[in-house]
């Protein structure tokens, strides 16, 4: 019996598929039409590729033996018929876990030695690397070679307290954090710093992606945890102890790694079970349970809804026993539904909209190139018919006209290139601004503001100066981008009325989403200036990796923003390449026809009937391209699941195509298709 958030995942999933196959489609038609150039086929890769490997991340907090990974068992695998991840008593994910599913890649376990820490090498620079990391196959159809395989997340060494404060383990200013010290002077640690399970699991295959993290030391450790992946999460699952409700430890982790409000946060109250009292009935249970639920939900702050107490031990075994009535019992379902309902609409919303674009703007683009072809059929139909009992001289001088104005339209290849040369120069200046020799020099700039301070006095305002100055460089370069929108406006402007083209300017990209992801990143960071972190950012090497941390984040916003405006800039000059490729063949067309005609008496009629059939060809076209297009809008904007409800219907050229089977829909692209035939119809009874 498959879960809730496993259903919508499933349709979600299904949704993606079809949504690629009708946008595979319409790209399939415009490129065989010649009707995409590089900007616009990149457009169409980049949505592809978000499609096929959009993640939903979900992280699970907690510190030690708090279920966590029980819970995680009994939400996505239980349907495995055991326990994917080890969850036995006592302290058993010892580093941070990732499941997720790489198609390209054997199932396996892939491991990161502790040691790489002291490289000073952040999680995000060894991903791209094999060298760092241990790999252990792993065989999905033999439980008892996973739990074995699985069981080296548990896995700790011993170290000296030297070694153990290098790893960031240890720090002799807070020893209630420390591990504790055994008869021979060692401590235990983690023996990974990072775990990567790729395995073949239908959740994982659909695009979920699960993080499973250890407790308060290892969090605070590990600045690719609070700094990288719990922040670009989805939703955070902080799992609490029924019984004991929120420690210190726990309180410690929720101030410091997850009191962000930009994070979607619920809260779990695991082993519920462990509240049963024979002396007590079960109402009694059940008022004590709720007296937990709101106490938790005060002391951290969030709404009383956002806060679950249930049972995952029960939830797992229930489930692996297919008994339905003890799975209500466990309380479980209630979470499930929480996170599919909450999360699952919103990454459907922002995919949504990021197909619609696509497809619009390939829509308009398509037609606005088709119309300025069937705008040189027109002509040349035109200049035949009006051959009609015309003689030879005639022929002569049409073809003079003709040649002349190809001389005439030549002479804009002087005013393209400096309009090119302007472009790019601009597109330079912007570029630059947004290059990692800036991102560098700015973050070097803070590291000398910082650097030999006790306690990183004046970090948080020196951290606070870099953010709004890398905030004015992105408004700076949106700004530029605006004079290059004015600028192309005006010369396009001028070319289209001295030589005919029909060139537009799409309104440049805004950089706000880049200026709040680099909010979220001021939120995540500037908390290591304060004075509860001050002291870890005093540690050997931790400095660096934060360093490196963050020069990483900012480097994706910023190359982000970068490609962003260069694929605008591309689609902006791609058109004047198309456009201009397709007057020179209107020329060579209307040459060759008339040529023709000079040559044979009897050709003329031919030709006009030849040229009336292109014309037909590009109406039908038009309603193919519209017929596709709609049908890849409709199919972005119905719901996960409904994609079924799509029937396949014929367009013009024989082509097949699912429609949206809601009324309204089928009709709005019937009656464009109906128009395209009357109007290809009434041409040929015309000619």
Known sequence: MKTVIARQLDA?????????????ALAALLAASDLLDDAASAQIVALRERLASDKLVLAFVAEFSRGKSELI??????????????ATPGRTTMCPVELRHEAGLPPRLSLLPMETRLRGLSLAELRGREEPWQHVPLEPRNPQALTQALAAVTRTQRVTVERATALGFWN???????PPQGPDGLVEVPAWRHALINYPHPLLEAGLVVIDTPGLNAIGAEPELTLGLLPTAHAVVFVLAADTGVTRTDLAIWRDHLGGASLERFVVLNKIDTLVDPLATADEVAEQIEQQREGTAATLKIPLARVFALSARNALSARVGHDAEAVAASRIPPLERSLALELMPRRHELLVAAAV????????????RLSDRRRHTAEQLFELRGLRGKSSSKLVRMLERVEAEAAEFEHCTARLAALRSVQMRQLREMTTRLSNDTLRREVAQLQERTAGRPFNLGGKSAFGGLVERLRAVLSAAERQADEMRQMLEASFTQLNTEFGFALVVGPAPGLESYRRELKLIEDNYSRYFGFHQAWRMAQPGFAEQFRRMLLSKLRVIFENAAAELELWSKASSGQIEMQLRERRRGFARRRESLERVQSAAGELELRIAEVQQQEDHLVALIGRIDALAANAVSAARCAPGEEEMLVDAIVPGGQVASLPATAAESRRVETRLDE????????????
Do not use: M
């Open 12 to 24: 979600l999933a299904g949704w993606r598929a079809a949504v690629d196959k009708r946008v595979q």
């Open 73 to 86: 068992n009994a939400i996505f695998f239980a349907d495995a018929g055991r326990r994917v991840l080890p």
């Open 172 to 178: 002799a200013e807070q020893p209630e954090d420390n």
């Open 357 to 368: 674009a696509v497809v619009q703007q390939l829509h308009g683009g398509a037609l606005h």
């Open 676 to 687: 395209a035939a009357a109007l290809a119809g009434a041409r040929q009874d015309a000619a």
